[in-house]
């Protein structure tokens, strides 16, 4: 029922920030709760961070954990991830993910939902 479209990924340097854009539409979107993966070439897809929207929590995955940080704004319909000193391993396309559970996990299949993704590349 929602329709997820990323974007602001791009060619970065170390240490650089960056921040990504998630913009969501449809039916009761504001009852989602709200994921970023990244997935890198050759590699499984991984979470990174999420909004409970139930208990308005944020969840953030160990490798990036007090860099990013993920800001909803129901009244833009947009979900971002701020993105700081980042490092070669935080290369990848990263996507957008959206559910109805109130609590997720770190799994994609707690996500009904997805974008397309948007690459964001870290020179090294």
């Known amino acids: 029922q929602v329709q997820l479209a990323e974007g602001g990924g791009r060619l970065v340097e170390v240490g650089d920030s960056l921040r990504l854009s998630c913009l969501a539409t449809?039916?009761?979107?504001?009852?989602?709760?709200m994921a970023w993966f990244r997935q890198a070439p050759g590699k499984e897809r991984e979470f990174v961070a999420a909004y409970s929207w139930r208990g308005r929590n944020t969840t953030y995955a160990e490798a990036i954990k007090g860099r990013f940080e993920v800001v909803r704004n129901n009244a833009e319909s947009r979900f971002y991830l701020q993105m700081n000193q980042l490092q070669p391993d935080d290369t990848g396309v990263y996507y957008c993910a959206a559910g109805t559970r109130h609590y997720p996990g770190p799994y994609s299949f707690h996500f009904s939902s997805w974008g397309q993704g948007t690459r964001v590349t870290v020179s090294s």
């Open positions: 449809g039916r009761n979107v504001d009852y989602y709760s």
